[in-house]
DNA sequence: AAAAAATTCAACCGCTTATTT
DNA sequence: AAAATAAGCGGTTGAATTTTT
């Protein structure tokens, strides 16, 4: 199928382009005899022409099995801008979070459908999914909320039986339903703030100002957007998306070991905590 | 119907970090 | 302790595919 193009020919020794079948089924029975891991010596010891970095490539993002294949699910879409927003383009930390999907998977679908200067249907999308998903949250605290002041109000009466006053401020004060739920809608304020920070970016490019981190400074937010080099980073009109502050958050969240997220209040991300998905 | 443009994504590269010798 | 090797990461590329004109 492949080989006539000049794509996939040897170089230095080394097959390169895209892998064949039977690549594949060597370096899957390789695997399997020996596990993951030394990948130089896959070579070796399979005869299969591949460079230890290219074998162990193909086995990490295509072929272990663990991988979850198919589309990109809206709730994966929503975890992937939440902790977009949270990390930058730590593609590889994003991934930890969602399990069968590879940080070149993520950094793909990141880039094709929210890459500043292509705002596209897709940010339409997300941002009408967006909005939906708040509305919900917002219907089920309420919903939440009515019962809670229905068991409430229940418990009054039962208490007003015996006696009549003291238990109304003591509820108020220090119930720990009361107080959950009130941590409950602050975490649901901070969120839909957050929200509307992203969506304010996404519907005004230009507006690049704000931003969401707290300490966050403004300084190398105009200089580069993100490194690439100007290729096509530019609006038609000239005008930029100012994703540059938003998004490159190496300076400020300074991951002491191992991609500790230090600081972060994971209750801003309630969404993330009710699909069981680890912060780091 | 076909040519052009846009999108997708597997695989590459260079660099950094971790582990081994 | 340091040099060598391996693993990991993020940016970029370009062939294949899909969509638009």
């Not at 401020?169 to 992203?198: G, I, Y």
């Amino acid at each position: 199928m492949e080989g006539q193009f000049g794509w996939g020919r040897e170089e230095g020794g080394w097959r390169k382009g895209p892998w064949t079948a039977q690549e594949d089924k060597l370096l899957v029975e390789y695997v399997r005899q020996h596990g993951e891991g030394r990948w130089n010596s896959v070579a070796k010891l399979t005869g299969l022409k591949r460079s230890g970095k290219s074998c162990r490539l193909r086995w990490v993002n295509y072929l272990r099995p663990d991988l979850k294949r198919g589309k990109i699910t809206p709730q994966e879409e929503s975890v992937i801008l939440e902790l977009h927003a949270l990390w930058g383009n730590r593609w590889s930390t994003i991934a930890r979070s969602l399990p069968g999907r590879t940080d070149n998977e993520i950094k793909n679908y990141w880039r094709t459908h929210f890459k500043k200067g292509k705002p596209s249907k897709n940010i339409e999308r997300a941002r009408a999914r967006f909005l939906k998903q708040r509305r919900e949250m917002q219907s089920q605290l309420l919903l939440q909320q009515q019962q809670q002041g229905q068991d409430q109000q229940q418990r009054q009466r039962q208490a007003g039986d015996d006696h009549d006053d003291g238990a109304v401020t003591r509820e108020a004060s220090s119930s720990p339903a009361v107080s959950l739920a009130a941590k409950h809608e602050e975490d649901l304020q901070m969120l839909q703030q957050d929200m509307d920070d992203l969506l304010f970016q996404f519907c005004c490019p230009m507006a690049s100002s704000s931003c969401l981190l707290p300490g966050a400074t403004a300084t190398s937010a105009s200089a580069s957007e993100e490194g690439s080099s100007g290729d096509h980073p530019q609006l038609d009109g000239g005008a930029t998306w100012g994703w540059g502050t938003l998004w490159n958050l190496d300076d400020v969240v300074d991951d002491v070991d191992g991609g500790a997220c230090g600081g972060w209040d994971t209750s801003l991300f309630p969404l993330l905590q009710d699909q069981g998905l680890a912060f780091y």
